[in-house]
């Protein structure tokens, strides 16, 4: 089985790396294939869509994205980490998850190609608060409906701002690893 994950926050080494890590050890404690993906490594760029018959929505700046959305057409399962910035996804994730809308082989569109995968979801937040959570998760509780795809668990790591600060917390790190062996 392939499992990839994307890396949301511009800080590599920080708590959302290292949690997404933590999933992809796990998996591949369980013998699967991973790749860790860090989004800030790619020039994605604000979505601007032709509009017009949806067969035929395009962007000439789409080709990077789409790079990264054959990985996960090409997965089984997914991982998607975020930091929360301002009680919500961060931009970086949000400008990805964008370009979702335009991606489209042999005439299939991604919706047509996601169904029963698996997704896992990891948020990094300063914040012990969480009566927002709702809110920051459910856009992607909504796309991995839209996408067809099994919400495979969620580890979400609260109070956490300084790089390094995940690592003093041994229940999420165990939490991270677990779901990616159950994967
Ligand atoms: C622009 C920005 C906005 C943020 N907004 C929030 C927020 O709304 N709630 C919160 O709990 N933490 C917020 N934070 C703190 C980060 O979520 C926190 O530092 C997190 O651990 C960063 O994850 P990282 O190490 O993976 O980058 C914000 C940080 C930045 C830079």
Request: charged share 25%; hydrophobic share 45%; no cysteine.
């Amino acid at each position: 089985m392939k499992v990839v994950g994307f890396v949301g926050s511009p800080r590599k080494g920080g708590n959302t790396d290292t949690l997404v890590e933590q999933v992809l050890a796990g998996a591949a404690d369980a013998d699967h294939q991973t790749e860790k993906i860090y989004l800030a490594d790619y020039a994605l760029t604000p979505i601007d869509p032709v509009y017009g018959e949806e067969a035929n929505w395009t962007d000439p700046r789409q080709g990077v994205a789409d790079q990264l959305i054959d990985k996960i057409v090409a997965a089984d399962a997914v991982v998607i980490g975020t930091p929360v910035y301002w009680f919500s996804v961060s931009g970086l994730l949000k400008l990805f998850i964008d370009r979702w809308a335009l991606y489209q082989r042999s005439g299939q569109r991604l919706r047509d190609l996601t169904s029963g995968k698996k997704l896992v979801v990891v948020a990094a937040m300063a914040d012990n608060d969480t009566d927002y959570l709702k809110a920051v998760l459910a856009p992607l509780h909504y796309t991995a409906k839209w996408l067809k795809m099994q919400w495979a668990g969620e580890v979400i790591a609260t109070g956490v701002s300084d790089p390094g600060d995940v690592e003093q917390r041994p229940d999420l790190l165990a939490d991270a690893r677990a779901i990616g062996q159950s994967l």
